[in-house]
């Protein structure tokens, strides 16, 4: 077993013993996949890299999924190659996994075979204003990437079955709110670009770290977002969705 898979599991084992005793991030992702469901269209629905399966608490319907199986998983697969039939898909859900994929550009023609005309990919990542930025520095261990090339495609020699362990965290807020690389959108509309204040979920500690308020307090937290969200979003916004839709 490679060491990026033995830390894969690992990771997810640790994740479902803290969303099993953490009611915080429970009522914090509630929201997001709330936001999540009122956008989809009817049809069949797909999460890649879906880790403990969480969603289908939220939205029952939808398959699961991730690269290697665990628990909670309906099926083994990879943003990279698709094991779906040509446009057999209506909604495919990228929660915190967009700024794990190295070379979006072949995703991207994944879920384009995939998807039903019409259909859609809601991605769901970090967004980078100027102070949620310096909280996921310094307290997240995967690097933003602001600095770093975006490469849309591999080179023509590399097995992507095999591809390293990738993270960019800023890679979303890069080139869907910033509109690098917009051009290998070809084919896509997007629908929806929005960024917010989520001071919430970066205070609430996820999955792994201690929350930095009770969860008593999080209506009000949420009230403070969003004031932050209308008086600017490019300095407080912190999370951040974008619907793109097959043309």
């Known amino acids: 077993m490679s060491v990026d898979k033995i830390q894969h599991l690992l990771e997810i084992q640790e994740n479902r013993e803290h969303w099993q005793r953490k009611p915080l ?6 929201r997001f996949y709330g936001m999540i469901q009122s956008r989809l269209q009817p049809g069949l629905t797909l999460e890649l890299g879906s880790g403990i399966g969480q969603i289908k608490e939220f939205i029952p319907d939808c398959i699961t999924s991730d690269l290697f199986p665990n628990p909670g998983i309906d099926r083994v697969e990879s943003a990279y190659s698709l094991s779906f039939e040509d ?14 994929l190295e070379y979006p ?46 490469h849309w495609n591999p080179p023509n020699t590399m097995d992507l079955g095999n591809a390293p362990y990738f993270a960019s965290q800023a890679r979303a807020w890069r080139i869907f709110y910033r ?5 290998h959108l070809d084919g896509w509309r997007v629908r929806e670009c929005v960024a917010w204040s989520d001071f919430a979920y970066l205070a609430s500690g996820g999955f792994s770290k201690p929350a930095m308020y009770p969860a008593i307090c999080l209506p009000w937290i949420e009230t403070l977002d969003r004031l932050f969200t209308r008086i600017h979003p490019s300095t407080f916004a912190g999370r951040m969705l974008v619907v793109l839709e097959k043309q």
Do not use: K
């Open 25 to 30: 991030p429970r009522a914090i992702y509630r």
């Open 87 to 100: 446009q057999s898909l209506r909604n495919i859900i990228l929660f915190d996994v967009w700024h794990h």
């Open 105 to 150: 550009g072949v995703a991207l023609r994944e879920c384009r075979r995939v998807l039903e005309p019409g259909g859609q990919i809601l991605i769901f990542d970090p967004a980078m204003g100027l102070l949620p930025r310096v909280v996921y520095r310094l307290f997240h261990h995967e690097p933003l990437g602001f600095g770093e090339d975006i």
């Open 179 to 183: 509109g690098e690389g917009t051009s």
